[in-house]
């Protein structure tokens, strides 16, 4: 069976940083695409990043383009979630998800096939 593992949740300060993981194991590591989404509660879960695989093209969702950073290991079988200068209205479960989306299924829900379980962030004072 196929699971994500998305360690590197925490509280955080506003300002401060913090780095995600998103692992796989069960099987070799070749997906399309990792995205990484995140929800609060009583909202849709939102798009936060995505990168190929292969190629390493990246994408971001609007509000947090500048200060997160998707990037990936291969040799790790990992994808990792860098965020600067977290905000209050950052906090949230973050969850990574696996797939093969074509460029219109990028950011959606949709593109994806396989989620991890999400961590918590939450930025307080």
């Known amino acids: 069976q196929v699971q994500l593992e998305t360690p590197g949740g925490g509280v955080v300060q506003p300002g401060g940083s913090l780095k995600l993981s998103c692992t796989q194991s069960?099987?070799?590591?070749?997906?399309?695409?990792v995205g990484w989404f995140r929800q609060t509660p009583g909202k849709e879960r939102e798009f936060v990043a995505a990168?190929?695989?292969?190629?390493?093209?990246?994408y971001y969702g609007d509000s947090v383009k500048g200060r997160f950073f998707i990037s990936s290991d291969k040799a790790r079988s990992a994808v990792y979630l860098q965020i600067d200068r977290l905000q209050v209205e950052d906090t949230a479960v973050y969850s990574c998800?696996?797939?093969?989306?074509?460029?219109?299924?990028?950011?959606?829900?949709?593109?994806?096939?396989?989620w991890g379980q999400g961590t918590q962030v939450t930025v307080t004072l």
């Open positions: 069960g099987r070799t590591f070749d997906p399309g695409a």
């Open positions: 998800a696996t797939g093969r989306p074509i460029l219109s299924s990028i950011a959606t829900l949709g593109g994806y096939t396989n």
């Open positions: 990168i190929r695989w292969n190629g390493g093209r990246t």
